[in-house]
């Protein structure tokens, strides 16, 4: 479990206004826009979507106004409790929690729906194909659903020439155009991509190119 206490600075990007919504515009409005406590929200698509990007989004604004949030992903340790001061509690993964982080997951929702607190959930599929136990499969689709989808080529290409611009890498065309030709179109691992290729490029003390992406990957699959 991971709580963002209160205060905490997001990370570069992580608010609405560095986000690109493409097709996904009617889930981000409905995020932005939420005045809490409000019906919970669940998001589904598969990875790469935007899905756990949106959910930091949505903490990161109730952080700006100085709120507390409870953050928990499938793989973080048990217990799982809800802590009275959290306006917002989000579970991200929900396909992949076990049978105890089911039972967990769901006490908790039921807790925060008890105390007037919002709460937000993610997953790869829409609840009613969840592998889940049916009453929290069934909460998960009680309020708003959102399928969430992956951007298109114009819009990836936007997003990682905005967050070259961030960073203060000039990404070429060429450069642009071996990421999307030999690589998943996951913005995800684009952006992970990305974020090694600048670390890489600053060890070197070179540009980014395309010589240099081929150096780093050759390098990074010799043992």
Not at 190 to 211: I, K, Q, S
């Amino acid at each position: 479990m991971k709580q963002i206490p209160l205060g905490l600075t997001p990370p570069p990007m992580a608010g609405f206004d560095g986000l690109l919504a493409g097709a996904n515009a009617e889930a981000v409005q409905h995020l932005r826009s939420l005045v809490m406590p409000a019906a919970p929200v669940y998001l589904w698509g598969a990875s790469g979507t935007g899905k756990t990007r949106l959910l930091q989004a949505l903490a990161s604004q109730r952080q700006a106004e100085g709120e507390r949030i409870g953050w928990f992903d499938a793989n973080d340790p048990l217990p799982w409790s809800l802590d009275e001061s959290w306006s917002l509690v989000v579970v991200d993964r929900c396909e992949a929690l076990d049978a105890e982080h089911q039972q967990a997951a769901f006490a908790m929702f039921v807790e925060a729906g008890s105390q007037g607190v919002q709460w937000a959930a993610a997953g790869r599929l829409p609840p009613v194909d969840l592998p889940l136990r049916e009453d929290l499969r069934t909460r998960l689709g009680w309020g708003h659903v959102f399928a969430l989808h992956a951007l298109a080529e114009g819009e990836t290409r936007a997003a990682l020439r905005r967050e070259a611009d961030r960073r203060g890498i000039f990404l070429s065309d060429d450069v642009m155009d071996y990421l999307l030709t030999r690589f998943q179109r996951d913005l995800k691992h684009l952006m992970g991509l990305l974020n090694r290729l600048d670390e890489f490029a600053l060890a070197e003390h070179r540009a980014v190119t395309v010589p240099l992406l081929r150096k780093m990957l050759a390098e990074e699959r010799t043992p």
